[in-house]
């Protein structure tokens, strides 16, 4: 299986606080490795089913994702939006991977959320990945709105600056101009700024 599925599987197995945990964790591994249409029919069954732990939903929504399982959906939207960074990540690699045309639109309105800036990482990154309509039009938002002196979501606005420039898309020339102007951002715009075919101003350059 792929390193991130190992990575997942690693994680959770620290956080099982009982033999019965362990042995439903051992449950999906095994569904996993079978990769059947029955296997798959008890792995979206544990994304619905009452009073199952986050760990075991987040293991079989990836299991299903990866797979292309649109029955995957709701739940990694869920954990994209998780305040737990890591799976975050997981969900992202995951929803990048999934083939769910509403995916670019459950990640563009996280990360134009302003109330959800602080976990806007993920979902911007996995917008540059998925090269879709929604996906510039959002990172342009994003970025212009975290603009500000003393932006404590640098890092989200950096990767915005990065994926505007992987996505190649002339209409973020303005944002990724005025990102000059930010210390912790003026090399990446730059760069980006590169890839779009415009050169960084003189003045701005300096000698």
């Known amino acids: 299986m792929e390193d ?3 990575e997942l599987t690693d994680r959770v197995r620290a956080e099982l606080r009982s033999p ?3 042995v439903a964790y051992e449950r999906l591994l ?8 029955a296997g798959r029919e008890e792995l979206a069954q544990v994304l619905t089913a009452v009073e199952r732990p986050l760990w075991a939903r987040e293991i079989a929504a990836f299991i299903l994702g990866t797979a292309g399982d649109r029955r995957a ?18 969900a992202a690699h995951a929803l990048g991977r999934l083939g769910d045309p509403r995916t670019a639109r459950a990640a563009a ?5 302003p109330l959800r800036t602080a976990y806007a990482l993920h979902p911007v990154r996995l917008l540059a990945e998925l090269r879709a309509p929604e ?9 212009e709105r975290l603009l500000t002196p003393h932006n404590p979501y640098w890092r989200v606005s950096l990767a915005c600056v990065e994926g505007l420039g992987a996505l190649g898309d002339r209409r973020a020339v303005p944002a990724l101009t005025a990102a000059l102007d930010h210390p912790r951002l003026a090399a990446a715009a730059a760069a980006s ?3 779009l075919g415009v050169q960084e101003p003189e003045e701005r350059a300096g000698p």
Not at 30 to 37: E, I, M, P, Y
Not at 78 to 90: H, Q
């Open 4 to 6: 991130e599925f190992h």
């Open 20 to 22: 019965q945990d362990l």
């Open 30 to 37: 095994g569904l996993a490795r079978k990769n059947t249409t």
């Open 73 to 90: 959906f709701e739940t990694l939207v869920l954990l994209l939006n998780y305040r737990d960074p890591v799976r975050c990540a997981t």
């Open 109 to 113: 309105a996280l990360a134009t959320n």
């Open 135 to 143: 996906s510039v039009p959002a990172l342009i938002a994003t970025l």
């Open 193 to 195: 700024l590169a890839r």
